[in-house]
């Protein structure tokens, strides 16, 4: 069985300071990891993708993710935070060998940015 | 360029009614799948389509619910007797080919159904 666990359900930051969210997961083998983020009244967007090419991930508006197999940790982060970036962010797993495999979402992070 | 498209966005039933969600995945994507978001979760996986086949129906939480995709391309989600419990955003989301390296999945806006 697939997990996911979003490890705070809130985090705050100023703008320009560096955003962390962080991610385990849980899988008997080698796992397909994405983030999405959902703005409100909006559609879930992929932030970024891990397919096993390589563990230092980069997605789209800055954000990037580290894939660590020792500590089964997908950790999202971002060097300066902007307004824009408030939203709600899914640490998600997949099967990668499997045909038509649902996505497992975590619970979610709401990331808050104050100016 | 198009994306995926749900109609309607909004829907407020009764207690008791039948509702029918609709959702238009991107052309040419041959797996679509349903799920279901309650306020402050993240989505669970319903029901999932290979073109026309429904290959998984793990999800559908009763037989209240039900989902087609008769063409293989627009799907349906139809829930019966709606009761409060049912009141959450629906996604539908498609992807390209039934295997892939990685599984991306294009999500659409969702439809929020409210049942009073």
């Known amino acids: 069985a697939q997990s996911v666990t979003q490890l705070d359900s809130h985090v705050s930051v100023s703008e320009g300071t560096p955003v962390l969210l962080r991610c385990n997961y849980s899988s008997s083998y080698s796992p397909s990891l994405f983030w999405y983020v959902q703005h409100p009244n909006k559609g879930l967007q992929l932030l970024l993708k891990?397919?096993?090419?390589?563990?230092l991930v980069k997605g789209i508006n800055g954000f990037e993710a580290e894939f660590k197999k020792s500590e089964t940790s997908f950790h999202l982060t971002k060097p300066s935070a902007h307004m824009s970036d408030a939203a709600e962010y899914f640490c998600?797993?997949?099967?990668?060998?499997?045909?038509?495999?649902?996505?497992?979402f975590g619970k979610g992070t709401t990331l808050s940015v104050s100016s | 360029g198009a994306g995926v498209s749900q109609s309607p966005r909004y829907k407020v039933a009764k207690r008791g009614q039948d509702v029918a969600l609709r959702c238009d995945p991107i052309s040419g994507h041959v797996s679509l799948f349903w799920y279901q978001q309650a306020l402050g979760q993240g989505p669970e996986f319903l029901t999932y389509f290979q073109n026309e086949a429904q290959l998984d129906k793990s999800g559908l939480p009763s037989d209240r619910f039900f989902a087609e995709r008769p063409e293989g391309s627009v799907s349906t989600l139809k829930i019966q007797r709606t009761q409060q419990e049912d009141s959450a955003v629906y996604l539908c989301a498609s992807s390209l080919a039934p295997r892939q390296t990685y599984n991306e999945q294009f999500f659409g806006p969702g439809t929020r159904l409210t049942v009073l």
């Open positions: 998600v797993v997949s099967d990668p060998n499997q045909a038509g495999t649902a996505l497992i």
């Open positions: 891990y397919t096993s090419a390589a563990t």
